[in-house]
């Protein structure tokens, strides 16, 4: 009976990750929307924050770059997605490691499978994904911050949370509030130490790093049914993309069950520690903001306040205290049964699913996997062996694509992750028909000089490549006939004649940025060393050395 109460909670955790992600197992890529995956991606300037756009996928990039040379992107992509979903609600119930094996049920599923996990998965967002995942591990080590050994745990369960800007913020705000005062300076210096490859090069990038607040309206949360925004920030939704939102969390009924279960987590939260329940009111708070003039104004006259844009993302932080809240209201509200402490725990678990069941496999096919046409790898080979200089630029130009071979389905153009150089792929989004424009100053400067008819290799343009089949046209007419060196059903690429003049778009300094990226890996290194040599070990050993 132990045995089985032992293993029933990460069995549960890891039947749900295998519930949600059973279509895309066996070999294949999920592309769609921001996620892009390839077979190996090179390790390429943007990556490591040097490239002419604000760092936005740093380190992430770099990392994905490196572990592709280890293991096929495909494989990586499913061990990610996997690991993110197991370790969330395995998290969860770890935090409550005190608690009934119900109460830590109840917590487990009510993290993993809720409104946050099914709209970031069906956007694609798989850094978010992963950084929800460590926010309870990030919690519980912060908490209990007292010996070096505590401090290198929390290095090692926020490293994963830091591969974006905003999963930096996330992780580093929970740690700052869930540490206290009294380590304030140690959980700050970690956070500086592990978002450094992302913040240096965003403040030394010379080009502007304030935003358009056009994106404000584009990406404030919203609501999903009759009840409004906050209810929907209340059982963790409101994306701003309809398009990946569940189609049960537009059910009538289900912002009525949102609100008893937000009513059972605020009498669960009593047992919370104070700083992690005000943060995740915080998050709410400034979820709510977006979309209104204040956040405007801020994406539009603060550097780097663009992070701020999509919202949403910052329910994140209320997700901890609900879910374990939640449990814990659940447990309460069981102990003072008379009768059925364990049916009515049973039915708090089955809650978030009962309410949500089109998360289960892929979304009832949402997430499906393909391979990259031939097409692609024969331009990389083309690419990897040639002399001729300069850079590539991706037409038609456009952030997405839909790509028949793909289902039409809409996909981040996955030319810049693919293609062993520096692809240049304009970054203007368009939502609800409405163009945001991006932040590339290159990629502004090869549409203008597109508009125009202007040479692009006076922009360090060697190379374009011309995606079939996805919408969009080319202007411009760039495209000479005699330059094209290869054609296929899906791509064509060219070579421009004539040597590309350097590229003299602006980038951040190379010195501090790599600085940065070395400080953060060593960081991590040295975390991992602590706790498989821990220093009484590596003392004792030198001290039998020396004598």
Known sequence: MGITRRFLVPGVCAAMALVVLAPLFGRGFTLAYDMVFVPRQDLLPAALGLGTALPRA????????????????????????????FAGPFGAARYLRDETTGVRLVAAVAYGWSGFVAERLFIRHWPYLLTYACLPWIA??????????????????SAPAVLTPTGGILAAGLA?????????????????????????????????????????TAFGARGESWAGPLTSLLGLGGIWNAEVVPASRTNPIVPVIVIAMTAIAVLGMRKLEKPMVGLGVAGLALALVGGTP??????????????LRDSQKWVAWWALPFALGFALGAGKVASASRRGRTALLAAAAIIPVAIMPDLAWGGWGRLASVDYPQDWAAVRQILETSDHPGDVVALPLGSFRQFAWNGDRTQYDPAAQYLPRTTVVDDTLVVDGRAVPGEDARAAAVRKALAEGRDLAELGIGWILVEHGTPGRISGNPLKPDERIYHGRWLDLYQLGGPPRPDETGRPPKAPVITADVLALATVML?????????????????????
């Open 294 to 307: 204040v956040l405007g104004w801020v994406v539009e006259h603060v550097p780097g306040g663009g992070l």
């Open 140 to 157: 519980r080590a912060a908490r209990t911050l007292r010996t070096p050994r505590d401090a290198a745990t929390l290095v090692l369960v």
């Open 176 to 216: 700052m509030v869930c540490g206290g005062t009294r380590k304030l300076w140690l959980t700050t210096s970690i956070a500086v130490l592990l978002n450094a490859p992302w913040w240096v090069p965003a403040i030394l990038h010379p080009g502007s790093t304030l935003s358009d607040p056009a994106g404000v």
């Open 58 to 85: 740093v380190p992430g990039d770099a990392v994905v770059s490196l572990l592709t040379y280890l293991v096929p992107g495909d494989l990586l992509q499913q061990v990610l997605l996997a690991g993110a979903l």
């Open 527 to 547: 975390s991992v060393l602590w706790l498989v040599l821990p220093a009484g070990s590596l003392g004792r050993s030198s001290s039998r050395t020396r004598e």
